[in-house]
């Protein structure tokens, strides 16, 4: 988090830059099954990330080495188009990348059920064709519902969103010009039915009812998105929706 | 090292119904050898970079950013811009693509639309010094494959060329050895419109614009790209068989036709 | 590509004993739950480093060397001296370790050591710019990982602590384009003291401090790091499962205890 | 195509810098079976292009997982020596030097009778010593060669040579000079028999007619060096041009 | 060998800058076994380095075909820390690195009884924490232990010693600043019971006479040294002292 | 990591040929034990290297192309030219060279010949020096293997001696900031002739200059590089097994001798 350009993120009506309050997302747009090739994909839009999430497997595992006999593994990548940034972005994974790579798929996991599918891989592709902050956050939503359009046996869908802090207060879902000159940032992934927070970081400084407080933002986030997820299903298949609806205790999609 | 590559396993069955669909002059899709399949081009999709386009051709979905950024000439062109084309095989867009370095497939897709764009000076790279010898800007393509369903070198490069029509760059003044941006837009300049034409041959057949089913049976590919007058600017033949003197004679006549049409359809998109 | 990881073939009975233990409210070495393994900090050990730290966390051991070396400031920094965080697992810390560039796991350890650092502002990076956009100190922190038993992050981050509050730099001046250094020496200008608590879920029991034994069966894993005022400043989970907000409320207040202990531990061996 | 120094590349009498006509070929010298170690090798000299080329192989694939069923893989590696051009070149392989592995692979598999040697490898490199334009090509031809001289049976040998275009003429076999000044550079390699080129590249700009001239051009030449090849193998082998000559379509060797 | 800083490195009495005689070694210190999670390990201080060895193995060879029908495959790793030299060094290995992985290696491999375990690795990392002159020499020292501590069958420990040059004079166990400042170094390694030097190179300048001399006083500084390490490998295993001095030649521990 | 070399499956009983003619005095191509196999070497065969020289030792093969550019020197030597020894174990010498950056082989071969040029003081890299601490000479000196028939140590080195004699480079002078290269040649200034001579053990036997097929029955190998006035310039020990002092003493002393020898026979082909 750096703070060089003091500029003004809440004006004096307490409303962002770009007109939100505090607590509000920005306009989200999803889109499930819109690959030719992939087993699934999804699409999403939220202010001006966009980004893409495909699914390939259960496949077999190649190098047959990488299998384990009693689950699939989840492969994972995180990755950033070299024009998804303001500065060209080389295409060769970055650390932070390779980092995201991997508590994307750390909050991914908890909601496959990998034991149907021993000596497998699932292979979970994010590309960030443009960037504007919470881009992880945004991929998870998206990748849980690629992982869905797969038709892979699932707990429950999982969504993300990103709580920061700007001037000193807690605002929901930065966007890019918030997240680098705002005081902090929280991404959380959140199952709402198993009360489960799957991917969980910080940056920056917050007291620990910030943190409290903060937390509960990104939940009811979450659970806004989960509904839009659900939603996004349903335009693509209505019969798995009404599947779905029956057992809401693990809610198990395809 | 380049090895003979190892195709999926498709059913014989279905390889046999493509090969015979063309060899009675239909195809599986049901166009005709020289026919496109349809082509549906987005520009100005990636707000955050300097141009964009997005093409469908078919199923095939190549995305194409351009990123504009200062530089340094290559000693051999001190007054002249640099032009760089890329392309990542996403491996999103099919099953047999792996995340890492580009490979030999990847490198080629660049190295041919690289080839039209160059040979044809479509970029005015001499606007494009900022100060001689030591700055210039810096055009990189990115060509970015969503979706593989065959012909990746004719979407990438119309993708491509539609992407630099769209682009807008800064302008840019010297002061000392400082480079000021400006906030003022202007297009990239831009003064030839290299459109590129493949053929895969069926047996004894030529058809064009492949598609990935065609590609996995077709024993040799050609490109030939077409400058706006109509003269050749690059070719590039692939695939594990050849082509018959007769059978380029053929070829090189439809490319300039179809290239004539394929450009108005960029043109347009572009808004140009 | 992340991958699943492949943990070692431990004895399903070994597993069970270190479960049940946990479930009962006791631990393998019958710590208690919210209890740390003994720590051992030891403080310039390297003399040829500008400051050094080596950690005993139970049987982890992780030494930490701190070099300082002018280099340029990122761009967007331009008045601020440079931090680099790495990780080695070097090979002899553990089977599982093989020689090669950082995996993921080396990386998520670099990059959550650096966050703490970084956020708590704990080094005046200010302090270590020598000229404008041109000349900066370069802080480099190599975390070496000795003897792999568990719970390498808080290890990591302790002795990089304890090596940064060890660590003397030159004094340098700036005649025209060149540094001067100075052979006197002076502490590097260190702000704040944050001090990473590491939690581990075994089914639904949170223990602190999961040593190796306990790493293989815990479900998930939860960083927090807390500066010197008690506020969090990086947080980072990982691990196959997740946490409830129940889990979070309790953990985030064990955190806070615990790391003032450790913290005057380490200021204790760095003679602060 | 650079065009930036208009040095005079054609005198008044229409003769080149090297004193050659338009239609005409650098001198060319051939070897066979030069090297010890190597199944086949073949070294050539075209103008100031020193060029080795060496066959291992058909040897057991290895990975193994690189192996096909039905036919023999050929991997080929098309290599420039640091020393070879005018300014160093870092050994580690360049995209041009991947792009023309690639390239040069596929104009001479349509020779090789690979379903003789299933799951085997056929391994080519060529080794640019001296590089003077044109490379690519006398790599062809040699490497040809070299698979002759390995005794791997083939349906006829590929000759190989670009035609290109100085001061708006066409013009054969380009030097390094000629090209680096040129306008267009059209390399072919061709099956006299079987009349299929099998290389086809361009650079520049050529109209539809000076392809087809060019292209003929190209043609006629690699006609001239497809005997000069023959001739190299039978002051190697006599008793195998005897049996070369006996089937004329297709040629097969060894 | 550069000598650009002509300073004293002897003084009026033949003194050293560190006081010591020419023939003199600097302070020496072993510890055995000091690794919890290694299959053997050993620690060397000798003047200012500080040097970790570790051993894993005989285990299965992996991948499996890097292993050896009829003996263990003995893998090496000589690697400085980033802050063990006066300039921050990469983590990625040199070209030194790779070099002297190679001759520690080898220096070692007479040593061990490699054909009892056949189809295995045995993998040996030297860690320089610190460098102060003669590190691969110390490295040897105490891989050699850390091999013992392992149980891994040998003929006998080797024991490794440089002597340099330094103002014209024969000098043992060279330091860092000597090292740089000095006109040659000679590396040895040595066994004392089967007389095997399995370690030697050379830099800089020696006549015959001298190289003769020179190879004497590191043979007899590896004799110390080898008594040095009998008796760290004592001060942990008394009971396996008694079984080595039994047998004397060939010394065979574990 | 460095690993015990795989060896190639060479038939029992041809193995068992080769050490018992050692055994008995003789070698199976006929040599004594302190004999060279034949050495014939070229100058001058790649115009566009500085320099250039092509060895045959029996059928090893290698070839040395020499270039010199312009660059930095390093910061501890700022008046001094660079050496750059490269050594590349082309895929065409030998069924076991793959493609891909150098191995440790590789690195080991041009590390012995550069320690040998290097420390004899071969090249007078003080003439080098163009703009002191700014511009200098670098020698890049490309050792390229063509045929292995063993003993490459020594082929290079020799190889790279005749290259290094045979070298010229321009004159430059300095104008400014700018490097002029003026279109005169004057030979690279060479100070010393440093020769290797290698050595193989097979059982109790030293022989000289071993062949491949000796080089896989023998137990270790020595490298001793003498310079003119007959001193010791470099060693390096390689293989599993080592050396008695009394046949070190030995070999020293045949080093001598050869190394005159095959000298005289550089110094020839490069007409010095």
């Known amino acids: 988090m750096q703070n060089k350009h003091p500029e003004k993120l809440l004006d004096e009506k307490g409303l962002r830059v770009d007109g939100r309050r505090l607590d509000q997302l920005r306009p989200v747009r999803l889109e499930v099954g819109i690959l030719d090739k992939a087993n699934g994909s999804a699409y999403i839009e939220q202010g001006k990330n966009k980004i893409l999430a495909a699914v390939y497997g259960p496949r077999e595992a190649h190098p047959k080495h990488i299998a384990l006999p009693d689950r699939a593994v989840i492969r994972c990548r995180y990755h950033m188009a070299p024009f998804s940034v303001d500065e060209r972005k080389s295409p060769a994974p970055s650390r932070r990348e390779l980092e995201l790579s991997k508590v994307i798929r750390e909050s991914l996991e908890p909601t496959v059920l990998t034991d149907l599918y021993p000596r497998t891989t699932i292979d979970l592709f994010v590309e960030i064709l443009q960037s504007d902050g919470g881009s992880r956050c945004a991929g998870i939503t998206a990748a849980s519902l690629a992982l869905a359009d797969a038709g892979i046996p699932m707990r429950e869908l999982v969504a993300a969103c990103a709580v920061g802090k700007v001037q000193g207060q807690l605002a929901l879902d930065l966007s890019d010009i918030e997240d680098k000159q705002g005081e902090a940032d929280l991404p959380v992934a959140y199952m709402p039915n198993s009360n489960l927070v799957t991917l969980l970081q910080m940056d920056g400084i917050l007291t620990l009812p910030e943190f409290e407080k903060g937390l509960n933002m990104a939940i009811e986030a979450c659970k806004t998105l989960h509904t839009m997820q659900r939603e996004a299903l349903k335009n693509k298949y209505s019969q798995i929706r009404e599947v779905a609806e029956e057992k809401e205790e693990p809610e198990v999609i395809a | ?272």
């Not at chain 2, 494959?145 to 990438?156: F, S, T």
């Open chain 2, 1 to 272: 090292m380049s090895a003979t590559p190892q195709l999926p396993p498709v059913a014989k069955l279905e390889q046999k119904t493509v090969v015979d669909l063309i060899a009675k002059g239909n195809r599986i899709d049901e166009r005709g050898h020289d026919s496109y399949r349809p082509i549906t081009i987005q520009t100005g999709v990636i707000e955050k970079a300097n141009g964009s386009a997005q093409i469908f051709l078919g199923k095939t979905r190549v995305l194409v950013g351009i990123k504009v950024e200062t530089g340094e000439p290559f000693a051999d062109t001190p007054e002249e811009g640099v032009l760089t084309v890329n392309a990542e095989l996403v491996p999103l867009a099919h099953p047999s693509f792996e995340p890492g370095p580009p490979d030999e497939n990847a490198i080629e897709l660049a190295r041919v639309i690289d080839r039209g764009i160059r040979e044809s000076k479509a970029i005015d790279l001499k606007a494009l010094c900022l100060q001689k010898g030591k700055k210039v800007q810096v055009v990189y393509v990115d060509v970015y494959v969503l979706d593989h369903d065959g012909n990746l070198i004719d979407a990438g490069s119309m993708a491509a060329l539609a992407a630099l029509a769209n682009a807008k760059i800064g302008k840019y003044e010297i002061k000392g050895d400082e480079v000021i941006v400006k906030p003022d837009r202007r297009p990239l300049p831009i003064n030839n419109y290299p459109v590129s034409v493949t053929f895969g041959k069926v047996d004894r057949n030529i058809i064009v614009d492949p598609s990935l089913e065609e590609e996995q049976v077709m024993n040799a590919r050609l490109t030939v790209t077409i400058e706006k007058s109509g003269s050749i600017c690059a070719m590039q033949k692939g695939g594990l068989s050849g082509f018959t003197t007769e059978e380029l004679r053929k070829i090189v006549h439809i490319a300039v036709e179809r290239a004539a049409e394929n450009r108005a359809k960029i043109l347009a998109a572009a808004k140009i």
